[in-house]
Each structure stands twice: as C-alpha cells, then as structure tokens.
C-alpha cells in the first residue's frame, strides 16, 4: 500500500437576501463544507450550515 499526500476540498457559500415585505430586514446564509480523503476511496465528510435572519 502506498500512501499519497490526502485530498482536501473546502468550498464556502454565504448570501444576504432582501425580505420583501419588511423593508430594512435582510436575511443571510452561510454553507461550509470540507471533504477530506483519509485513504484512497475513504472519505469524511463535515458540513456546517448557518440561517440567520437580521
């Protein structure tokens, strides 16, 4: 078994949206996910999801 440097992959998302009906309100979103490939063909998977409503 040969072991190579592991795989990593992030991505990041965040948004702000505008509430319709309420002026001066917005609400905002942010999605984290981080996959990291332990050994060939295992991976771990973390996933933090954040709703917030200003």
């Given at each position: 078994?040969?072991?190579?440097a ?9 948004s702000?949206?505008?509430d319709i009906?309420?002026?001066g ?5 942010t ?11 295992l991976?771990r998977?973390?996933a933090?999801?954040e709703?917030?409503?200003?």
């Amino acid at each position: 078994m040969r072991f190579e440097a592991p795989k990593l992959d992030a991505q990041c998302d965040a948004s702000l949206h505008p509430d319709i009906i309420t002026d001066g309100r917005f609400y905002g979103d942010t999605d984290l996910r981080v996959r990291w490939e332990m050994l060939e063909h295992l991976f771990r998977n973390v996933a933090v999801y954040e709703s917030d409503a200003e």
